[in-house]
């Protein structure tokens, strides 16, 4: 059944299925090549939201993912079977809803930035794809940004790059301006993120630009700071995105700006591994606009958001021991009620463990769409950290009186919530059990 509501933008349809609402592929913004974005405040008619758009091109664009042995984990996780189609024109995002939420009130909000290194993914992956959150009171928003070159391209004084941050700003933004329309609280805004995603939200959360629209964070397998991560000065790669250009035949930037993205992605990715240092290319960068300093600088001048966390990493993540010690130290510096975990479940189906992005799955509530051999287990875990996390997102605090406590994160407070088989409780990270796990296990993914 499909809803047509108004909204400050003008009329939207979307699909109804078992009482939530799906708002698919809503244009947030539209930008140039190496431009910002710009807003859209206004369309034409009844947009039509009862399909996915275009994710952001990315390496996978051009060549089938399937025969690629290097991505064969993460595409028969996350992507087998599903089609996507790749555009410059990416700047979506997706709203699930409930369908009384107009009548009964203005629910909470969560927006998810994925993850994937900031060169890859989108805001509809088969673990993101219709997140069981409305079902639970809190209305979900998934967003596609500009990646790799396009979204973070550091050319010269003029053109600095992370125009995929403020992709993602700019979508929050949309949301906080018309989520009301939605039955959403414009004043109730979590903003979540895994692994770059994470890494994302932990900008946002560093940066003066977005004072005002957000409440909460979440960041999973990304969150905390540390100086070995602060971001370089963009002329660090000035020199190799000029090297890039001249790769693809051109000798100005309004050039670049019209070779393909076919030639522009094959000219970074042959590039990036030549020359050395240069794999982070596509990453933030410190452009004083909206990466302003070094997270551990921002950190301790309390410069950042005063709000409440929850952070946290997987057993088999990627770097596991310094993954945790970032999350406990962000949620341990905290004034606000912070909550740091430990997801160490295994999953059935192979003995990968819980390796980097494994907990996704749990927290969205859409194991349904998964391959693996799944038992109640899994999905009783799933309904709990489900909880948790709406929980969070409505009242800043995780707990109710049908979970176990979760307490807050302190220096004094060594424990933190460990999600794993059969076991929801607060205990200590054997931080030698990671350091085995890095050098023992074999890391999958990406």
């Not at 927006?111 to 989108?122: A, D, L, V």
């Not at 992370?162 to 805004?189: C, E, H, M, R």
């Not at 800043?396 to 009186?401: A, E, L, R, V």
């Amino acid at each position: 059944m499909e809803k047509i509501i108004s909204t400050l933008c003008g009329e939207i349809k979307g699909i109804v299925k078992d009482n939530v609402v799906s708002y698919k592929g809503i244009r947030y913004a539209s930008a140039s090549r190496f431009e910002y974005p710009t807003q859209v405040t206004k369309w034409d008619g009844i947009y039509d939201a009862t399909s996915y758009a275009h994710c952001s091109y990315q390496p996978r664009a051009f060549y089938n993912e399937a025969e690629v042995v290097e991505k064969a984990f993460y595409f028969n996780e996350f992507r087998k079977g599903e089609v996507y189609t790749y555009s410059e024109d990416c700047l979506f995002l997706n709203i699930y809803t409930r369908e009384d939420a107009l009548e009964s009130g203005k629910l909470p909000v969560l927006i998810y930035i994925h993850g994937g290194g900031f060169t890859g993914g989108c805001g509809h992956e088969l673990h993101f794809d219709e997140p069981i959150w409305p079902t639970k009171g809190v209305i979900g928003v998934t967003i596609n940004y500009r990646l790799g070159p396009l979204g973070f391209a550091c050319l010269d004084d003029n053109h600095l790059g992370n125009y995929g941050l403020f992709d993602q700003y700019t979508a929050i933004k949309w949301v906080k301006d018309n989520i009301a329309s939605f039955g959403g609280d414009p004043d109730n805004i979590t903003i979540m993120g895994q692994s770059a995603g994470a890494m994302s939200v932990q900008q946002h959360c560093l940066s003066p630009k977005t004072d005002g629209l957000f409440n909460k964070a979440i960041m999973s397998s990304g969150g905390g700071v540390s100086k070995l991560m602060n971001p370089p000065k963009p002329s660090k790669y000035y020199e190799f995105w000029s090297l890039v250009m001249k790769d693809t035949g051109c000798s100005t930037i309004e050039e670049f700006k019209t070779v393909s993205a076919e030639k522009l992605f094959a000219s970074w990715s042959k590039l990036k591994k030549e020359v050395k240092g240069m794999g982070m290319a596509t990453s933030p960068v410190l452009d004083n606009n909206y990466v302003v300093g070094g997270g551990v600088d921002i950190l301790n001048n309390k410069k950042h958001k005063q709000i409440p966390y929850l952070v946290g990493s997987n057993a088999e993540d990627i770097i596991p021991p310094i993954i945790h010690s970032m999350a406990k130290n962000w949620c341990e510096a905290q004034e606000q009620p912070s909550y740091c975990y430990m997801f160490n479940h295994q999953l059935p189906g192979d003995d990968n463990g819980s390796w980097h992005s494994s907990d996704l799955w749990y927290w969205f509530g859409t194991l349904d769409h998964c391959w693996r051999p799944l038992t109640e287990v899994d999905y009783n875990l799933s309904d709990k950290m489900t909880s948790y996390l709406t929980n969070f997102v409505k009242y800043g605090n995780p707990n109710d009186d049908s979970l176990p406590i979760w307490e807050k994160a302190n220096k004094k407070q060594k424990k933190v919530m460990h999600f794993g088989n059969d076991i929801i409780s607060m205990n200590k990270v054997k931080k030698g059990k990671l350091w085995i796990n890095l050098f023992t296990k074999k890391q999958v993914g990406e």
